[in-house]
């Protein structure tokens, strides 16, 4: 892999991950652009207890432009875009609408192909491997920034999830505080290890899950499931078979063989709902351990997460949507109207021959 950093004409940043070590990254943007201006500010609700961003800027940010004025195709002639160059393998650059910005974190933006009607499931391993490689970089870069606690790198796909942009990309939040679910999975563990004498929450979880009948697939290094309290019609925990804390963590074996796992777990979403159906909307997460400390959490250290991923569809059958209601909105209590056992058989049941 070859990595460029390069900044864009308002001061973002902006780097080329590379295949090969010898692509020459030179273009320069050429757009009038005026210095981003942010108003993101972090509240916090007293009575829940978690932050929100308050980010007024963000009304303004493109919304589902034609193909052909596309902000995350290369540039091409006159037709200038975020991407100065020609062409590209995999680009990381800041947000222009962040959510988050300056003392209050930072938002990116992942590309994974130059290709605008590809998705990350027609990727090859090569490219799905140098995407992973992108997220470890900036994870590791982020977590030096001193306002970032927790990065959190994720994928949107589908106009029915919210996305504005359809070529095919993702995004990375870097917090300034451990995030509200983050903390769930921390109190749990620590919970879990002060009743158990000292077992691991995370490990227990899998144990469980691999000599269940909830494994979707599974590989040396990683093995996907339905997990017993899904809260999504379709939903897979993606975790490495060593425990990790986050994707820095992972060695060599893991890091090859991602990319051949990943890709038939989003290649079976594909398929779940049948010949004909439009690609399935999905939500694709990873968790990683927050960077500062974790004195809250008693008896937790980093080493006690698991980093994992978790992809789930808000399509619940074919033609509808799973939306969240009265429940899973104003309390927070999810209703599955698919079995989680269901589920896993459906996912086994359309592995690619």
């Known amino acids: 892999m070859k990595k460029t950093s390069t900044r864009l004409a308002d001061g973002r940043e902006l780097i080329y991950y590379d295949l090969r070590d010898d692509s020459v990254r030179n273009a320069t943007d050429r757009r009038p652009l005026d210095r981003t201006v942010t108003t993101s500010e972090i509240r916090r609700d007293p009575l829940l207890g978690d932050s929100v961003a308050i980010a007024s800027h963000r009304q303004g940010r493109t919304y589902h432009p034609p193909a052909d004025e596309c902000p995350l195709c290369p540039s091409a002639g006159d037709r200038l875009s975020e991407i100065p160059d020609s062409s590209y393998d995999v680009v990381v650059f800041e947000n222009r609408f962040p959510s988050l910005a300056g003392d209050s974190g930072r938002c990116e933006v992942v590309c994974f192909t130059s290709d605008h009607n590809a998705s990350f499931g027609e990727l090859t391993e090569e490219q799905a491997g140098l995407v992973l490689e992108a997220w470890t970089d900036r994870t590791s870069e982020l977590s030096h920034l001193p306002s970032v606690e927790q990065v959190f790198c994720f994928e949107n796909r589908g106009a029915e999830i919210g996305v504005t942009l359809q070529h095919p990309h993702g995004q990375i939040y870097a917090y300034p505080f451990t995030t509200p679910r983050t903390a769930l999975m921390l109190r749990s563990a620590a919970t879990h290890k002060e009743m158990t004498g000292g077992e691991n929450l995370f490990d227990a979880v899998l144990e469980r899950e691999l000599a269940g009948e909830r494994v979707v697939l599974e590989g040396e290094h990683w093995v996907a499931f339905v997990p017993y309290a899904a809260h999504w019609p379709y939903e897979v925990h993606l975790y490495p078979k060593r425990r990790v804390p986050d994707l820095l963590g992972l060695d060599e074996g893991a890091r090859t063989e991602f ?60 033609g509808k949507l799973k939306f969240l209601a009265g429940s899973e909105s104003g309390m927070n209590v999810f209703i599955n109207d698919v079995p989680p056992e269901r589920a896993a058989e459906r996912l086994r049941e359309v592995a690619s021959s």
Request: aromatic share 16%.
């Open 259 to 318: 990319p051949k796992v990943y890709l038939e777990l989003l290649r079976r979403f594909d398929r779940i709902f049948g010949e004909g159906e439009a690609p399935t909307p999905y939500i694709a997460a990873w968790h990683q351990a927050p960077f500062g400390a974790l004195e809250e959490f008693d008896g937790v250290v980093r080493e006690d997460f698991a980093l994992h991923l978790e992809l789930f569809t808000i399509r619940r059958t074919s």
